[in-house]
């Protein structure tokens, strides 16, 4: 299998960056220490600036490999704690919530069960129209970075669709009050990682989020994501792990 970057850790961050601009680990830490670095990295919107990128570039006296197609990407969710959950693979959007209510029916009073699958594909609706899309060309998203999917605030707040959050909780895509699923949720499933195999948009804006990463002292500065799915599955063998998460 040629080299596939990720970002499960700091040290993985770091061995992979060295990977990708073809120095060693050694040297990704010492421009990490430098003073032009950090004083770009002092305001957090700049480290996706073509300058950040010159001076990185620079300092290296390197660029990322143009080979580099693909990294793993970490999505957000809860399963039941079975692989299975995820044998159709990672689906998007509009497929993704109804599948996720049909794994978890059978909890639900029967009388809600067909209304929460009409309204929770309503809201997918809604919230794509609002973002100038449509249902069935968004999703899956995905972070970079294993941080900002399992324990980010943005991260923490996705373990449970949108669309369905809203079948309880009022929003500018749905009123709320419909069913709450929270109590069952919380009972019977568990909160994961999907850590993937995905195309790189653009290796750059890539590199960006693992240099942001690494150079936030909070590991909060790389809560952008570079992957969307575009409404397309995830298949199953693309799946790279099931990452557990408290």
């Known amino acids: 299998m040629s080299f596939m970057p990720s970002c499960d850790h700091r040290e993985?961050?770091?061995?992979?960056?060295?990977?990708?601009?073809?120095?060693?680990?050694?040297?990704?830490?010492?421009?990490?220490?430098?003073?032009?670095?950090?004083?770009?990295?002092?305001?957090?919107?700049?480290?996706?600036?073509?300058?950040?990128?010159?001076?990185?570039?620079?300092?290296?006296?390197?660029?990322?490999?143009?080979?580099?197609?693909?990294?793993?990407?970490?999505?957000?969710?809860?399963?039941?704690?079975?692989p299975s959950w995820f044998d159709e693979g990672l689906l998007g959007s509009s497929q993704g919530v109804e599948r996720f209510l049909d794994k978890i029916t059978e909890w639900l009073p029967p009388e809600k069960q067909l209304v929460a699958k009409q309204t929770a594909k309503g809201i997918v609706k809604l919230r794509s129209e609002y973002e100038g899309s449509t249902a069935e060309v968004c999703g899956p998203y995905a972070w970079n970075t294993f941080t900002a999917a399992s324990s980010s605030p943005s991260g923490v707040g996705y373990r449970v669709p949108e669309a369905i959050q809203d079948l309880w909780s009022s929003s500018f895509c749905?009123?709320?009050?419909?069913?709450?699923?929270?109590?069952?949720?919380?009972?019977?499933?568990?909160?994961?990682?999907?850590?993937?195999?995905?195309?790189?948009?653009?290796?750059?804006?890539?590199?960006?989020?693992?240099?942001?990463?690494?150079?936030?002292?909070?590991?909060?500065?790389?809560?952008?994501?570079?992957?969307?799915?575009?409404?397309?599955?995830?298949?199953?063998?693309?799946i790279v792990a099931l990452m557990d998460v408290p």
């Open 12 to 82: 993985d961050a770091i061995r992979c960056l060295a990977e990708i601009y073809a120095v060693s680990t050694e040297k990704i830490d010492r421009v990490l220490r430098t003073p032009e670095v950090l004083k770009i990295a002092e305001v957090y919107s700049q480290i996706d600036s073509p300058w950040f990128h010159f001076v990185v570039c620079h300092l290296l006296k390197a660029s990322p490999r143009a080979d580099v197609t693909h990294a793993c990407y970490y999505h957000s969710t809860s399963y039941g704690g079975c």
């Open 174 to 238: 749905g009123s709320g009050g419909l069913v709450d699923l929270r109590g069952i949720i919380e009972e019977r499933l568990k909160p994961v990682v999907v850590k993937f195999k995905g195309k790189i948009s653009n290796i750059d804006d890539y590199c960006a989020t693992l240099w942001a990463y690494l150079l936030s002292d909070d590991g909060e500065c790389h809560l952008a994501h570079t992957f969307t799915g575009n409404g397309l599955a995830i298949p199953k063998e693309d």
